[in-house]
């Protein structure tokens, strides 16, 4: 999984650079203290023109090493190390280093292009003599990637910023290039200061997508040019919307962290909400009992036999992928009900004149979407029943997320499509919250039971696959479907856990989870420090013990 060289080799392993999250690659450490100068500065010295995104990179990591005064989890929070970080060298300066190919494009670019062309590698050299530190990488991405490492190496003492284990040569790049976190905002709103601050944490710990799943069923937030009505008519409240302004912000915000959006609008089905607008497009709008006609209320559904409604989907998905520069864009396909359609009675009309099944018809309707799709540049990505439950055409680049089970992994690959792992048996944060649903005094979430870090981390990306198989692999993510969440407690279900698939699918599969424990103790620590409410993974007395509150300890 990694190469993990160090005078650590001794039995006793320090804290410190177990602060690192996502582990690199390939790290060597020393056994001797640094602190950085008080004017320790980072320079750009090395990289012409630089972007102004890598240059505000910089500033955020000069403020987060003055500002996080993380003190170092340990029982006496690095006290007994006074003496050795008072007599310690200074490092005064980190000079980055720019080598790929001509002019260094912004992160932003390079965080939206071709999954395939994303360059994030890295190294980066501490000296343990005070002379300068190098961070080198052929790209903008690597350059950021790096600092986010640089950033947690640092621990504080009595307002002195130092390691004890310099010095420290990395070298690193991650083992798949799509680690993500999926957000659902449609059941629940979240303003755009809570976006901001998830991004931000998704990028501490290198997650470079955020999988918008903006509207559904409950409500229509994004407003999307041609089409306002249905944010006016759909959202919980006027102010209760991203506009196209806003979803701007937040992209721009997003890449400059190296985070591409990935936007969702689910069709056929989670559409009820268009009925307020649209109503001539939707079947069984809240239809009763709703258990008959959805997975969860409101029912509704486009009428995906008809004509007009096909050309009102395309139109719609591909006014809204304009919104977002990331080559893909997702138009769900998931808990299509087919009692729906037989029930209404415009869908059983259109069918009857076409000649077609309900198949034929989702058929029609899918291909249509993902021309438009196309015809705009985008790459469908949809659920897994798409591929595994229905008689739909799928272009081969068309990206599946497996999410009912991780046991639909090999079915997906055995027909040749990339894949993401989403699986709920492992990355489904809502799991174990208990039921939400009225009326049902013993009821459980579906996907019960909760799902802890160490459960996603255990999680094998390529189990089963054949080698060929494995290449389809694209990585992962965590899941928020926000029933029961909402800015009050995003922070507390999202954080530290979420951090545990950065880790799975930038370093790889095979982590220890009781040496990682530590380190992602730092994570919540520093999160918290950071302004992000990262909860405790176990009491404050374990985290400064590391392996004293261990099952067999």
């Given at each position: 999984m990694?190469?993990?060289?160090?005078?650590?080799?001794?039995s006793?392993?320090?804290t410190?650079?177990?602060?690192?999250?996502p582990?690199?690659k390939?790290?060597t450490?020393g056994?001797?203290?640094l602190?950085?100068?008080p004017g320790?500065?980072i320079?750009?010295?090395?990289v012409r023109?630089?972007?102004?995104?890598?240059?505000?990179?910089?500033?955020?990591?000069?403020?987060?090493l003055?500002t996080?005064?993380?003190?170092a989890?340990?029982?006496?929070r690095?006290?007994s190390s006074?003496?050795?970080?008072a007599g310690?060298r200074?490092l005064?300066?980190?000079?980055?280093v720019?080598?790929?190919?001509?002019t260094?494009?912004?992160?932003?670019e390079?965080?939206v292009?071709?999954?395939?062309?994303?360059?994030?590698?890295y190294t980066?050299?501490?000296p343990s003599?005070?002379?300068?530190?190098?961070?080198t990488?052929?790209s903008s991405l690597?350059l950021?990637?790096g600092?986010?490492?640089?950033?947690q190496?640092?621990?504080?003492?009595?307002g002195?910023?130092?390691?004890?284990?310099?010095?420290i040569?990395i070298s690193d790049s991650?083992a798949?290039?799509y680690r993500?976190?999926?957000l659902?905002?449609a059941?629940?709103?979240?303003?755009?200061?809570?976006?901001?601050?998830?991004?931000?944490?998704m990028?501490?710990?290198?997650?470079?997508?955020l999988?918008?799943?903006v509207?559904?069923?409950?409500s229509?937030?994004l407003v999307?040019p041609g089409f306002n009505v249905?944010?006016?008519?759909?959202a919980?409240?006027?102010k209760?919307?991203y506009?196209?302004?806003d979803?701007k912000?937040?992209?721009?915000y997003?890449?400059?962290?190296?985070i591409d959006?990935?936007?969702?609008?689910?069709?056929p089905?989670h559409?009820?909400?268009i009925?307020?607008?649209?109503?001539?497009h939707?079947?069984?709008?809240?239809?009763?009992p709703?258990?008959?006609?959805?997975n969860?209320?409101?029912?509704?559904?486009?009428r995906?036999?008809?004509?007009?409604t096909v050309?009102f989907?395309a139109?719609l998905?591909?006014?809204?992928?304009?919104?977002?520069?990331?080559?893909?864009?997702?138009?769900?396909?998931?808990?299509?009900?087919a009692n729906?359609y037989r029930?209404?009675?415009q869908?059983q009309q259109?069918?009857?004149?076409?000649?077609k099944?309900?198949e034929q018809a989702?058929?029609?309707f899918t291909?249509?979407?993902?021309?438009?799709?196309a015809s705009?540049?985008k790459?469908p990505v949809?659920?897994?029943e798409?591929?595994?439950?229905h008689?739909?055409?799928?272009?081969?680049?068309?990206?599946?997320m497996?999410?009912i089970?991780?046991?639909?992994v090999?079915?997906?690959?055995?027909?040749?499509?990339?894949?993401v792992h989403?699986?709920s048996?492992?990355?489904?944060?809502?799991?174990g919250?208990?039921?939400?649903?009225?009326a049902?005094?013993?009821?459980?979430?579906?996907?019960?039971?909760?799902k802890?870090?160490q459960?996603s981390y255990?999680?094998?990306?390529?189990a089963?696959?054949t080698?060929?198989?494995k290449k389809?692999?694209?990585?992962?993510?965590h899941?928020?479907?926000t029933?029961q969440?909402g800015?009050s407690?995003l922070?507390?279900?999202v954080?530290p856990r979420?951090a545990?698939a950065?880790?799975?699918?930038?370093?790889g599969?095979?982590?220890?989870?009781?040496?990682?424990?530590?380190?992602l103790h730092?994570?919540?620590y520093?999160?918290?420090?950071?302004?992000?409410?990262a909860?405790?993974?176990q009491?404050?007395w374990?985290?400064?013990r590391?392996?004293?509150c261990?099952?067999?300890?």
């Amino acid at each position: 999984m990694l190469l993990l060289k160090t005078l650590l080799g001794l039995s006793t392993v320090t804290t410190f650079v177990y602060g690192l999250w996502p582990l690199p690659k390939d790290i060597t450490t020393g056994t001797i203290p640094l602190r950085l100068a008080p004017g320790f500065s980072i320079s750009l010295a090395g990289v012409r023109n630089p972007p102004k995104d890598l240059v505000s990179a910089v500033s955020r990591t000069q403020a987060h090493l003055k500002t996080d005064k993380l003190q170092a989890l340990v029982p006496d929070r690095g006290a007994s190390s006074r003496s050795a970080v008072a007599g310690a060298r200074s490092l005064r300066s980190l000079r980055l280093v720019y080598n790929g190919q001509g002019t260094p494009k912004t992160i932003s670019e390079e965080a939206v292009a071709a999954i395939e062309t994303r360059a994030e590698a890295y190294t980066l050299t501490v000296p343990s003599d005070g002379s300068e530190a190098v961070l080198t990488a052929s790209s903008s991405l690597g350059l950021f990637r790096g600092l986010t490492t640089f950033g947690q190496l640092w621990y504080d003492l009595d307002g002195t910023t130092y390691t004890l284990q310099a010095p420290i040569s990395i070298s690193d790049s991650p083992a798949y290039p799509y680690r993500g976190f999926m957000l659902d905002t449609a059941r629940n709103y979240f303003p755009i200061a809570d976006i901001k601050r998830t991004l931000d944490a998704m990028s501490w710990v290198k997650i470079n997508t955020l999988h918008w799943h903006v509207v559904d069923s409950q409500s229509f937030p994004l407003v999307v040019p041609g089409f306002n009505v249905i944010s006016e008519k759909g959202a919980y409240h006027p102010k209760a919307i991203y506009t196209p302004a806003d979803v701007k912000e937040i992209v721009d915000y997003a890449a400059a962290r190296g985070i591409d959006i990935i936007a969702e609008i689910d069709t056929p089905g989670h559409t009820s909400i268009i009925q307020h607008s649209f109503p001539e497009h939707i079947a069984c709008f809240e239809a009763a009992p709703w258990t008959q006609f959805a997975n969860e209320p409101p029912a509704g559904q486009l009428r995906l036999a008809s004509p007009a409604t096909v050309n009102f989907t395309a139109s719609l998905l591909s006014a809204a992928s304009k919104l977002f520069p990331s080559k893909f864009f997702s138009t769900g396909g998931d808990e299509i009900n087919a009692n729906c359609y037989r029930q209404d009675p415009q869908t059983q009309q259109d069918l009857a004149a076409q000649g077609k099944t309900l198949e034929q018809a989702l058929d029609t309707f899918t291909q249509a979407s993902h021309q438009a799709l196309a015809s705009v540049g985008k790459t469908p990505v949809v659920w897994q029943e798409m591929l595994l439950d229905h008689n739909v055409t799928l272009s081969k680049d068309t990206v599946i997320m497996v999410w009912i089970s991780s046991q639909d992994v090999a079915a997906v690959a055995q027909q040749g499509h990339r894949l993401v792992h989403a699986a709920s048996d492992f990355f489904y944060l809502d799991c174990g919250g208990g039921g939400w649903v009225g009326a049902n005094t013993n009821g459980n979430s579906w996907c019960d039971p909760f799902k802890t870090w160490q459960k996603s981390y255990s999680f094998n990306p390529v189990a089963g696959l054949t080698e060929d198989q494995k290449k389809l692999v694209l990585g992962g993510q965590h899941l928020l479907w926000t029933e029961q969440a909402g800015p009050s407690n995003l922070d507390s279900i999202v954080w530290p856990r979420a951090a545990s698939a950065a880790e799975l699918f930038w370093t790889g599969p095979g982590g220890n989870a009781r040496t990682a424990l530590p380190r992602l103790h730092d994570v919540a620590y520093r999160f918290v420090q950071r302004g992000v409410r990262a909860i405790p993974l176990q009491p404050e007395w374990c985290a400064l013990r590391p392996g004293k509150c261990d099952l067999d300890a």
